[in-house]
């Protein structure tokens, strides 16, 4: 089945909310552990415990593994294969992106079934080109995996780039989401191929949003998105966002009970849309 479908079925199953496991040194200490491999694999193993089978999305961000080098990248290995056929979907967050050749190298790392490090989606950049990214785009065909490639991201620093008009007329974001459009034509219930986009961006044109795939939307609690930001902005197309989670619900940690608690919660504020 592909990832479109999975996630569509996920979705309904469990509710939209993504839980991002981002073990920042800060979370790390309120959870009354090291800022150690140690310390990292407890965080992540109560993630999983916490998560798994219990929300649509679980999205590593590989930044705080890769920290602690080869063993902390063995924890985030060992993370995506707890987490595989649990019910929750991974979304590993590397936000890569290379000249294509290289691109076939990273999609066998992450996107192909067999990998080690294999996740159902992964998060890419389209700064080399949307082009760049067809290796990427064809790996999760063949493995129903999904891509979210970054469009308009959370960061105050993105709006100039992110805005920039190309040869096209339109913004670099908005051609981003055009581009989505088009490689996901036909799919059903829904394409594999989705956007990310800030839970308080401002400046999308409403009428590039539906991709005819899913949207992550991270931002959403710690970084001040909520609920009202979410309907103004994806009004259209509310079915198919993603909203994404990390600090708010993990701040509510090492109790696996609060912590799936504090999910259940954001996933029922998320019901109201
Ligand atoms: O791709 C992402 O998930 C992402 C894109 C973006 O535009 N902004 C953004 O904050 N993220 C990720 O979302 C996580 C932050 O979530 P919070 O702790 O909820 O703010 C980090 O792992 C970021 O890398």
């Not at 790390?28 to 310390?39: F, K, M």
């Amino acid at each position: 089945m592909s990832f479109g479908s999975r996630a569509q079925v996920a979705m309904q199953a469990y509710g939209p909310l993504c839980v991002g496991i981002d073990p920042h040194p800060h979370l790390l200490e309120e959870w009354g552990l090291e800022d150690s491999v140690e310390g990292l694999d407890r965080f992540a193993a109560t993630c999983v415990e916490a998560f798994a089978g219990k929300v649509a999305f679980v999205k590593p961000q590989s930044a705080f593994f890769e920290r602690f080098g080869a063993r902390g990248v063995a924890i985030l290995e060992r993370t995506l294969q707890d987490l595989r056929h649990t019910g929750s979907l991974t979304i590993l967050d590397v936000k890569r992106g290379d000249i294509g050749s290289t691109t076939e190298a990273y999609a066998d790392a992450y996107l192909d079934d067999d990998a080690p490090m294999a996740a159902d989606a992964i998060t890419v950049s389209p700064y080399l080109g949307f082009g760049s990214l067809t290796p990427f785009f064809a790996a999760a065909e063949k493995n129903d995996a999904g891509v979210f490639v970054l469009a308009f991201t959370s960061n105050p620093e993105a709006i100039r780039l992110q805005t920039a008009t190309t040869s096209s007329g339109m913004t670099v974001g908005d051609q981003t989401l055009a581009q989505l459009a088009l490689a996901n034509e036909g799919a059903e219930p829904m394409g594999s191929f989705g956007a990310v986009i800030g839970a308080r961006v401002a400046h999308v044109d409403a009428r590039r949003l539906d991709i005819n795939g899913p949207i992550l939307v991270p931002g959403f609690g710690a970084q001040g998105g909520t609920v009202e930001h979410l309907r103004e902005l994806f009004g259209s197309v509310l079915d198919s966002i993603i909203p994404s989670t990390s600090r708010e619900v993990l701040a509510k940690g090492p109790d696996v009970i609060a912590l799936r608690a504090a999910a259940a919660a954001a996933n029922d504020s998320l019901s109201l849309l």
